[in-house]
């Protein structure tokens, strides 16, 4: 039984080791695409009517939730800052849940 049970650990310890590794720079422009999107979605205004506003209380939200795992560290590190600076920046209102 036991080695059956370290068959598997090494078995496992393998496919971790040879699964494909994350391209940064597709990852990044992946994580900027989406940022680009978000931004189209809720912050460019419509000047059709009915007039829609920027809505950056749903913009600031969505921009923390986007998946950065894949990214390298200081990429990660710039997006988490740049998500807690737009309510600093008064883009929005204070009454946002706060992380």
Not at 49 to 68: A, F
Not at 75 to 91: D, I, N, S
Request: hydrophobic share 35%; glycine share 4%; aromatic share 8%.
């Amino acid at each position: 039984m036991t080695s059956k049970i370290s068959l598997a650990f090494v078995l496992l310890l393998a496919g971790c080791s040879t699964l494909p590794k994350a391209n940064p720079r597709a990852e990044i422009t992946s994580v900027l695409a989406q940022r680009q999107e978000l931004k189209e979605s809720y912050l460019k205004p419509d000047k059709k009517y009915p007039y829609r506003k920027p809505e950056y209380s749903k913009y600031v939200p969505e921009i923390k939730h986007l998946d950065v795992s894949r990214c390298p560290a200081d990429f990660q590190q710039a997006v988490l800052t740049h998500g807690k600076m737009l309510p600093k920046a008064g883009l929005i209102r204070a009454s946002l849940p706060h992380d």
